[in-house]
């Protein structure tokens, strides 16, 4: 059985970066499936189910705006954190004003979406499938999460709530927006692969594939 769940997200900014901009981040035209996946985990996830999304309802017109943002150029290595851990003597320390450096950004502004999405049981954890839907629902009824939903980098915290009806979205016609990162498919043994798919968008909707389907390549 397919359970089903749709939430509105929004907020003043978001950044989907385009893995091919190395140095600058410019962020893709609207909300990767990721994204979405990783705002309906922060409300509620669990290790024995898996979050698929089924659509992504793009609510307000595409704005695009530059950013300049001050971000560290290096960050702390996993050998010195460990190190630090067995020893207790090496200092786990880095200094903003020595790894200060400014990168321009074109980011989206005023951004609005609705996630559709549903989950599918990877193994039995004893409990009804029935009872992780409502746990969901009353989670985002009460507006709980984990952490703090995102749009895209964590800088931008997005807004959540249930809906029962879907807004009409501003956006008309047919949009052909190219090919997106999907999502990465975590393996152990082939090691981290990402996934792609072309992005149609029909009346401000995205119809999102199945991450098992052939429109996905890896």
Known sequence: MRYGIKLKVWGEWA??????????RVSYDVMTPSAARAIVEAIYWKPSIRWIIDRIHVLQPIRFDNLRRN?????????????????????????????????AAMV????????????????????????????????LKKGQCYYQPYLGTREFSANFEEIDEIPTSK????RDLGWMLYDIDFNEDSGNKPMFFRVQMRDG?????????EEVKR
């Not at 950044?15 to 600058?24: A, G, I, S």
């Not at 996993?78 to 020893?87: I, N, Y």
């Not at 989206?108 to 499938?129: K, P």
């Open 71 to 103: 971000e560290l150029e290096n960050k702390l290595s996993s050998r010195t954190v460990t190190k630090a851990m067995k020893d207790g003597s090496s200092p786990v320390e880095i200094f903003i004003e020595d790894n200060r450096q400014q990168r």
């Open 15 to 24: 950044c989907f970066t385009r893995p091919e901009m190395k140095v600058e």
């Open 171 to 174: 956006l008309e016609g047919e």
């Open 108 to 139: 989206l502004r005023d951004v609005a979406y609705v996630i559709e999405a549903h989950f599918e049981a990877i193994n039995s954890d004893g409990e009804n499938e029935g009872k992780h839907l409502d746990q969901f629902n009353r989670r």
């Open 205 to 213: 909707v995205i119809e999102v594939p199945h991450p098992d389907s």
